[in-house]
């Protein structure tokens, strides 16, 4: 039985990447049977769980969007690794862009997952109605942020007439989706993210857990959309919803470190650690190794730039960039007690919404400075010893220093390319990080939208390519 679910997984990656006819056959997705393959509560629980792991191709999406912001350089050790992708020397081939598009296959295997599952949450034998409603809200959730994962990476910056990514919430082998506006996109992310929020259980600091969603980190993925968005008002909601839990409150020192090397991330409940989300890698490297290897081979390391923007007493310097020798490596996903390289993606943490509402109260219709300012000093305060608490006098000011916090606060996290981007800013790089020729990506840079794969655009013509590509 479980054989039959897992292969699920498979035919979703065919659909989408390409595949020979006969692989696409519905005959041959008959013979496995969606309705044999979930007959009891434990059988979809297995294909939740499936969904959950899917989302572990954010390591994926880490990687390439480091490479193309100003966070990495080419490290001593570089065999070629994402050297094409650094130079901004890609394409949608799977030569060339083989780090851009890695997860856009992927993303839509989450979705296909989610949408195998869904249709049998309430018709098998077994289970409780709440556990049933936590299942089918998390499959919803999971839905909506793999949808966003692609909007964002995929699209231009949010337009709601924009061409937006194709939406997949029925299961359809032959189907050949085109891509939808933006507005319809963002529609449908929200509409599953109510209805997941209305499912998935109200936690306590007890009964918290940040490798399930929950209407807290639901509550944490709706600030980040409505930012993404410019949904101001609704961003400083969402944020507030997070804070005002003290669930998981900002932490600093030693419990802060631990963030990076999964201390204590096991013990359930988990002690407070900022980490509202998470995805285990029990025993893999994939998030880990793409910056270095156990022998202590550094592929990538970090910019000179990143480096010079920790001030004195900033406790993320060190825990975020290592030295070895005169070379330095990120340390951010660098080792725990399972091993090395061997690191649980944080997906989301308390830090960020704090940097959400901050950048939120700076853009509103008639800007909060002083609230602005004291999210972002939240943030500084826990971080830097001895520490000022800043003021600004124009919106203007307090976006750059959000921006530049979060650059300092989310580095190695998928967040410095889309905060460029959505600002409409450069990537800007040191002369001391990389040649002339790819020290700059202008604002109205092309590249800033990744490829669709050009697989799946023989698989699917309805699928149009991003511009010039």
Not at 42 to 48: D, P
Not at 111 to 131: F, K, S, W
Not at 146 to 163: C, E, I, Q, T
Not at 214 to 230: D, E, P, S, V, W
Request: charged share 20%.
């Amino acid at each position: 039985m479980k054989y039959k679910k897992y292969n699920l997984l498979l035919l979703a990656s065919l659909f989408f990447l390409g595949a020979c006819d006969k692989e696409l056959q519905q005959d041959d997705l008959q013979a496995i049977g969606d309705a044999n393959a979930f007959e009891t509560i434990e059988h979809v629980q297995l294909g939740v769980n499936g969904a959950y792991g899917g989302y572990t191709i954010q390591n994926a999406e880490i990687f390439k969007t480091s490479l193309v912001s100003d966070e990495l350089k080419i490290g001593p050790d570089n065999g070629g690794s994402g050297a094409l992708t650094f130079r901004y020397q890609y394409g949608s081939d799977g030569t060339t862009g083989g780090d851009v598009t890695a997860d856009y296959g992927p993303y839509y295997t989450m979705i296909d997952q989610v949408n195998r599952v869904l249709p049998h949450v309430y018709t098998v034998t077994g289970g409780t109605q709440a556990r049933k409603d936590q299942l089918q809200g998390s499959l919803l959730g999971l839905r909506a942020i793999a949808h966003f994962h692609l909007l964002r990476s995929f699209a231009k910056n949010y337009d709601p007439a924009g061409v937006g990514i194709a939406i997949v919430t029925t299961v359809n082998p032959t189907a050949k989706p085109a891509r939808s506006t933006m507005g319809d996109v963002i529609t449908q992310i929200e509409a599953d993210l109510t209805a997941a929020k209305n499912l998935l259980p109200a936690p306590t600091l007890a009964t918290f857990s940040d490798t399930v969603l929950n209407k807290l980190n639901i509550a944490a993925y709706q600030a980040r959309i409505a930012l993404y968005k410019g949904d101001y008002p609704a961003a400083i909601a969402f944020a507030t919803e997070v804070i005002s839990s003290n669930i998981r409150p900002l932490v600093t020192g030693a419990v802060y470190a631990g963030i990076w090397t999964d201390e204590n991330a096991y013990s359930i409940p988990p002690p407070s650690n900022e980490v509202l989300f998470r995805t285990r890698l029990l025993n893999s490297t994939l998030l880990g190794g793409r910056f270095t290897a156990v022998g202590g081979t550094i592929f990538l390391s970090p910019s000179d730039k990143l480096y010079d923007a920790y001030g004195v007493g900033d406790i993320r310097r060190d825990i975020f960039i290592g030295t070895i020798g005169a070379n330095r490596y990120v340390n951010k996903h660098f080792a725990s007690s399972r091993g090395g390289r061997i690191v649980d993606i944080k997906a989301i943490r308390t830090s960020e919404i704090y940097l959400i509402r901050a950048e939120a109260y700076a853009k509103l219709a008639t800007p909060n400075l002083s609230a602005g300012a004291a999210d972002l000093n939240a943030v500084r305060e826990k971080r830097i010893t001895p520490y000022v608490a800043e003021t600004f006098a124009t919106s203007a000011d307090l976006v750059a220093a959000v921006l530049q916090e979060r650059f300092k606060e989310l580095c190695f996290e998928a967040s410095r390319i889309y905060d460029l981007k959505r600002n409409n800013l450069p990537v800007q790089r040191l002369a001391s990080d990389a040649s002339p020729e790819w020290q700059t990506l202008p604002a109205n840079s092309h590249l800033f939208v990744f490829p669709i794969p050009r697989a799946a655009i023989s698989a699917n013509p309805n699928i149009v390519q991003n511009d010039d590509y």
